[in-house]
């Protein structure tokens, strides 16, 4: 216990996804900021490395817990574990997302219900617990992990751009229902990012990134750390994002669901 009230101390920043890409950088952010960290990812390994890599940099705190999103019961246990172990969530990073690349009627069903579950199920329920704890302190931040793909129809990540979509509205809706509570929820819209998201979708023979030069992903982080310690409600991070989702908002869908369409496509022009 008197371990656990020592590690409670200071402020903390929950990051899932916190061991690559954008969720990485915003880690980095955070620990150059003073916050202490608990970092979320499915591989232990994975987490020992950074965790041990931000401790040694910032010398701040960063606890390290492994679980997988993909089963929502566990974003209850992360929340259950936190709490238990003393925490108190300062910031709460909902970064964890994954997508599935192919046209729908080819895809795996299985894999894309298990990406509504992390995508959005095990975001809602983190939200919801940790939200509720930040309204009765009268204090936190939220930033949620949205996307350009939340603004167009997305052909060959249909599931992807939907679960996207649910994202942005539900992060701005809730937004405005605790405007007056002294916590602030941002959305960050990336767009096309170097990350290992591309792998992991199995779309590395897409067009948007056999033929696009993908975005820093220290870039888009500090434009999302910035909007969040700035109080936004969102921010699109890139010139040439925030002209294509301009560009969505005065086309019509079926125009920007075809223009996505021939972004996304396999490269070789095949259908996969």
Same mark, same amino acid.
């Given at each position: 216990?008197?371990?656990?009230?020592?590690?409670?101390?200071? &402020?903390?920043?929950?990051?899932?996804?916190?061991?690559?890409?954008?969720?990485?950088?915003?880690?980095?952010?955070?620990?150059?900021?003073?916050?202490?960290?608990?970092?979320?990812?499915?591989?232990?390994?994975?987490?020992?490395?950074?965790?041990?890599?931000?401790?040694?940099?910032?010398?701040?705190?960063? #606890?390290?817990?492994?679980?997988?999103?993909?089963?929502?019961?566990?974003?209850?246990?992360?929340?259950?574990?936190?709490?238990?172990?003393? /925490?108190?969530?300062?910031?709460?990073?909902?970064?964890?997302?994954?997508?599935?690349?192919?046209?729908?009627?080819?895809?795996?069903?299985?894999?894309?219900?298990?990406?509504?579950?992390?995508?959005?199920?095990?975001?809602?329920?983190?939200?919801?617990? /940790?939200?509720?704890?930040?309204?009765?302190?009268?204090?936190? &931040?939220?930033?949620?992990?949205?996307?350009?793909?939340?603004?167009?129809?997305g052909p060959w990540q249909?599931?992807?751009?939907?679960?996207?979509?649910?994202?942005?509205?539900?992060?701005e809706a809730i937004r405005?229902?605790?405007?007056?509570?002294?916590?602030?929820?941002?959305?960050?819209?990336?767009?096309?990012?170097?990350?290992? /998201? /591309?792998?992991?979708?199995?779309?590395?023979?897409?067009?948007?990134?056999?033929?696009?030069?993908?975005?820093?992903?220290?870039?888009?982080?500090?434009?999302?750390?910035?909007?969040?310690?700035?109080?936004?409600?969102?921010?699109?991070?890139?010139?040439?994002?925030?002209?294509?989702?301009?560009?969505?908002?005065?086309?019509?869908?079926?125009? #920007?669901?075809?223009?996505?369409?021939?972004?996304?496509?396999?490269?070789?022009?095949?259908?996969?």
């Open positions: 216990m008197e371990q656990q009230s020592k590690r409670g101390s200071g &402020r903390y920043a929950l990051i899932t996804g916190g061991t690559s890409g954008i969720g990485y950088e915003l880690a980095k952010l955070f620990a150059q900021d003073g916050y202490n960290l608990i970092i979320v990812a499915r591989t232990e390994s994975d987490l020992a490395n950074v965790a041990g890599e931000l401790n040694e940099a910032y010398g701040v705190n960063v #606890v390290p817990m492994a679980t997988d999103l993909f089963n929502p019961d566990n974003a209850f246990s992360l929340y259950r574990e936190v709490i238990q172990s003393g /925490f108190e969530i300062d910031v709460l990073v909902n970064n964890a997302g994954q997508g599935h690349y192919g046209q729908f009627v080819d895809t795996d069903l299985q894999q894309e219900i298990a990406i509504i579950q992390l995508n959005i199920v095990s975001l809602v329920i983190l939200t919801k617990q /940790f939200l509720k704890d930040m309204v009765v302190r009268g204090s936190g &931040r939220i930033l949620n992990l949205s996307s350009i793909a939340s603004k167009v129809p249909a599931v992807y751009h939907g679960t996207k979509a649910f994202v942005q509205s539900f992060t405005n229902e605790v405007k007056d509570t002294g916590v602030s929820i941002t959305a960050l819209l990336p767009g096309a990012t170097d990350t290992d /998201f /591309f792998n992991k979708a199995g779309m590395l023979n897409s067009k948007v990134v056999q033929e696009n030069k993908l975005d820093d992903p220290a870039k888009v982080a500090k434009d999302g750390y910035d909007a969040l310690m700035s109080g936004d409600d969102m921010v699109v991070s890139g010139i040439k994002n925030k002209v294509q989702v301009a560009m969505s908002n005065v086309m019509s869908d079926e125009f #920007v669901a075809e223009r996505m369409n021939q972004q996304q496509k396999p490269s070789n022009g095949d259908k996969e």
